[in-house]
């Protein structure tokens, strides 16, 4: 089993729906999570940083993890044409500067 | 402007031709890190620093060399490129050193032929 799954899509939706984007892990040592934003040719940036469970919003963001469940999702409300990307789930034992483990991404597509 | 810049973007090398990226940033961070990015295997961490002269593995750190001499570089060394070295890579700074800071650069794509 990976330690880290999400499912590389691409998940298309029209303008304005809401998206879930989602990932599941195995390591219960996992605290820190994160999802990055990666457009076409660029380096990811980070979008979202949460603590153990519960939500954090962030506009039109809404981040959510259940370490019970060992699931975490991203929310995006009202979608746009430029919320188009690959989204990376990232997460880390310690809130140091250690080894992040990704997940392999999901592709987002919101066409007009 | 703050950023992260890495040179080539692009680089085309043969097997065995050492080779260097390098990897610069003005936010006068302390934490930098280099990430190759693969299909079907997402990023993994090379190596990281922490600080000048301190650095250390990361998930994938085989065929390659860092040094960190200055606070604003660091370079990424291939002594020995194969072609399963070819990649997507990425390297990355934080201020702080948690992950909440963290900015990625542009990227350099290798092919190793």
């Known amino acids: 089993q990976k330690e880290v799954e999400q499912d590389p899509g691409p998940l298309s939706v029209p303008e304005g729906a809401i998206v879930s984007l989602n990932c599941t892990y195995s390591?219960?040592?996992?605290?820190?999570f994160m999802w990055y934003r990666q457009y076409s040719r660029k380096g990811p940036e980070l979008l979202m940083y949460?603590?153990?469970?519960g939500n954090k919003e962030d506009g039109r963001f809404t981040a959510q993890v259940d370490k019970s469940s060992k699931y975490i999702s991203l929310f995006i409300r009202d979608s746009q044409p430029s919320d188009s990307a690959t989204y990376l789930c990232?997460?880390?034992?310690?809130?140091?500067?250690?080894?992040?483990?990704f997940g392999k991404g999901t592709m987002l597509l919101v066409s007009p | 402007e703050a950023q992260v810049t890495q040179n080539p973007r692009y680089l085309i090398t043969v097997t065995g031709k050492k080779l260097t990226v390098t990897c610069s940033q003005n936010?006068?961070?302390?934490?930098m890190s280099w990430y190759r990015q693969d299909p079907g295997l997402g990023l993994r961490q090379i190596y990281y620093?922490?600080?000048?002269?301190?650095?250390d593995k990361g998930d994938v750190p085989e065929g390659y060399k860092v040094s960190r001499k200055e606070k604003r570089n660091f370079p990424l060394i291939l002594e020995s490129p194969s072609p399963n070295q070819t990649s997507l890579y990425f390297c990355?700074?934080?201020?702080?050193?948690?992950?909440?800071?963290?900015?990625f650069g542009p990227g350099t794509r290798l092919l190793v032929l």
């Open positions: 990232a997460m880390s034992a310690s809130s140091g500067y250690s080894t992040l483990t």
């Open positions: 990355a700074s934080s201020l702080s050193g948690t992950q909440e800071t963290q900015y």
């Open positions: 390591n219960s040592a996992f605290q820190y």
């Open positions: 949460t603590y153990s469970s």
């Open positions: 620093s922490m600080n000048v002269e301190v650095t």
């Open positions: 936010m006068n961070h302390e934490y």
